[in-house]
């Protein structure tokens, strides 16, 4: 019962120091403080690779795409030879933004719409109103290469474009290759479900208003399942004991007996990926590579997430359902294959929400705690920690 004492007590700031089964997560602030979330857009998305587009959303020169990356606008480009390009969408004129769409195709130019300054597909600037007539006190032209567009490094991996801010980019193969082995214990598995050949099937943008590290640490824990989860847990059955596949390195969650299919009500899925092995069949992965994308794998399709953090409190989250191509080109129907993640992914990412607004209470300044079947988020929780107090750039 609650007396009038006890609703005018203070709320302790301090919880207590948490010991034998319990680990402190990080405190409030970092969830919600702008300055903290601009400290992780300078050390983490804008020195990572970072996934930025389908590569198929490219399918012709001229394609673009424009993604935010840390505080940059980056404009993902094909050119003419079909390499896949990124630039900042910035005019080195005077700086308008050079694209505002979020998609499109140009012809063969990027045109910036305040003076007509033109870029070719490869970044360069090819023409200007009266450049010609530019000359610099020696008589000379401006360097057309030099006042291009700024490129940025790229990747392209299992048919995602990943790009990268920093000057000198941190190593793809340590960083992006070796995350995902690293979860799967072995380095050729991911290579048996072929996703760069895949198609997408359907795509759904959610925009989340909550803090991206909420959804990481969602998405590594399944303490949550039983609670939330009721078609996954079906699916899966040992979900419901609230071990995470993420908790073992290498492990795949087992479909129950009577599941025959990834599906929302377990029936039969699409057509097996042919490369899947005997120990992948009927079973589900979950891989979080760093810092934007979550993995996950099963014989029949895989789910590819792609978050864009866009402010401390909002993060959009682009998630592909991918299949064989005849079943995309065929129109087999994928909604029961669909309709179970996109059901997980709601039920996550109101759970992410409504933890968000608590983030700035004084509840919760000191932070919460990791029961044991999450103890593997304070190692995320370091990981962000030591990026935002080493404070390298590349
Ligand atoms: S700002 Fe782009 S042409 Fe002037
Ligand atoms: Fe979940």
Redesign the pocket.
């Known amino acids: 019962m609650t007396t009038i004492d006890d609703a005018h007590r203070p709320v302790s700031f301090s919880i207590p120091t948490p010991g034998g089964a319990l680990m402190s997560t990080m405190g409030g602030e970092s969830y919600g403080d702008p300055a903290f979330f601009e400290a992780e857009q300078d050390l983490i998305f804008e020195q990572m690779w970072f996934a930025a587009a389908r590569a198929a959303d490219l399918p012709t020169p001229g394609a673009f795409r424009k993604v935010q990356v840390g505080r940059e606008s980056v404009l993902v480009v094909r050119d003419r030879t079909g390499a896949v390009n990124a630039f900042l969408n910035v005019?080195r004129?005077?700086?308008?933004m050079?694209c505002t769409e979020d998609s499109g195709t140009v012809k063969r130019h990027l045109r910036?719409p305040?003076?007509?300054?033109t870029y070719g597909l490869n970044g360069k600037l090819v023409a200007?109103p009266n450049l010609g007539a530019l000359t610099d006190h020696t008589g000379t032209g401006i360097d057309r290469t030099e006042y291009g567009l700024l490129p940025v490094a790229v990747r392209e991996w299992l048919g995602y474009v990943w790009v990268c801010l920093a000057s000198e980019p941190p190593s793809f193969e340590q960083d992006v290759i070796g995350a995902v082995t690293e979860r799967l214990g072995d380095a050729e598995a991911i290579g048996h479900y072929d996703i760069e050949s895949l198609s997408v099937g359907k795509r759904i943008v959610y925009d989340v208003a909550a803090n991206w590290k909420l959804i990481v640490e969602n998405f590594m824990e399944c303490y949550h399942c039983a609670t939330i989860h009721p078609e996954l847990t079906e699916v899966l059955p040992e979900f419901a004991d609230g071990l995470a596949a993420q908790y073992f390195v290498g492990h795949g969650a087992a479909f129950g007996e009577d599941v025959q299919g990834f599906t929302i009500d377990g029936g039969a899925g699409l057509d097996a990926i042919p490369g899947v092995s005997a120990d992948q069949d009927r079973r589900y992965y979950a891989i979080t590579v760093r810092p934007n994308v979550f993995i996950n794998l099963v014989p029949d399709h895989v789910i590819f997430h792609r978050m864009y953090p866009m402010a401390v409190d909002r993060t959009i989250v682009e998630c592909d359902w991918l299949y064989l191509p005849h079943v995309v080109a065929e129109g087999r129907d994928v909604e029961r294959s669909v309709e179970l993640f996109h059901r997980v992914n709601q039920q996550d990412f109101d759970a992410c929400e409504r933890t968000q607004p608590a983030m700035a209470s004084r509840a919760y300044r000191n932070g919460g705690v990791l029961v044991p079947s999450e103890h593997h988020i304070g190692e995320f929780h370091e990981w962000v920690s030591s990026k935002i107090t080493r404070g390298e750039r590349g």
Not at 93 to 96: E, F, K, P, V
Not at 114 to 117: E, L, N, R
Request: with cysteine; charged share 10%.
């Open positions: 005019c004129h005077r700086g308008a050079l910036c305040y003076h007509a300054w200007a």
